[in-house]
């Protein structure tokens, strides 16, 4: 079965700093990746996809995620965060074989220090 | 501007109730999807619906029921027969297969 993993629980990082968050998913094509971001108590907002093609995509709000198909992973990179980038990061997939069903990683909340 | 509009914001059920929770979109969009967020665990599908009079059952769809009368409206009920109902309840949206998902703003339902 498909999965995703996104190793960290919690990041904590300092305004400026940069900032990269895995996601590792397992799967046996190319599948269709997005990255989604979520502040305390709404829905998730799409930050990028990758569909096919060039393998580093950019998002809004400055961040960006390159597809490694060899490492099976799409990371995502901001190179300066801001305070306003702490919310929680959730990596998805589109499950191949089965129209438009999504599966998400269980995401990493990102807290950022002044 | 178009989006999805979930209603309401809070739900409070009392035991042996069904609630049923309000999704409408106007994007156009022809599937549409119910999705359950647990601190720690993710979403994960509940039902989704890929076009009108037609859904299907997600990974966790036991105690709970939907519709999709309509093409813009897709209500979740919550069944009594659902026990651990309390949750973070989203809809989502999406016009194709492998386009993005847009989310309505969730439901929180709690017991009583």
């Known amino acids: 079965a498909q999965s995703v993993t996104q190793p960290d629980i919690h990041i904590t990082v300092s305004e400026g700093a940069s900032l990269e968050l895995r996601c590792n998913y397992s799967?046996?094509?190319?599948?269709?990746l997005f990255w989604y971001v979520q502040s305390p108590g709404q829905g998730l907002q799409l930050l990028l996809k990758?569909?096919?093609?060039?393998?580093l995509v950019q998002g809004i709000k400055g961040f960006e995620a390159e597809f490694k198909r060899s490492q099976s992973s799409f990371n995502l990179r901001k190179p300066s965060v801001h305070w306003s980038d702490a919310a929680e990061y959730f990596c998805a997939v589109v499950r191949g074989g089965s129209n438009y069903k999504l599966t998400f990683g269980k995401g990493t909340l990102l807290t950022v220090n002044p | 501007d178009g989006g999805i509009t979930q209603s309401p914001k809070y739900l409070f059920r009392k035991e042996g109730q069904n609630v049923t929770l309000s999704c409408e979109q106007n994007l156009n969009h022809d599937a549409m999807y119910w999705y359950r967020q647990d601190p720690g665990q993710g979403l994960r599908l509940i039902y989704y619906?890929?076009?009108?009079?037609?859904?299907q059952k997600g990974d966790i769809a036991e105690g709970y029921s939907v519709s999709r009368e309509k093409k813009e409206s897709f209500p979740l009920t919550v069944t009594s027969a659902q026990k651990n109902p309390t949750a973070f309840y989203l809809c989502a949206s999406s016009d194709s297969f492998g386009k993005p998902q847009h989310f309505g703003d969730g439901t929180r339902l709690s017991i009583l």
């Open positions: 619906s890929q076009i009108v009079n037609d859904f």
């Open positions: 990758y569909f096919s093609g060039d393998t």
């Open positions: 799967y046996g094509a190319t599948p269709y």
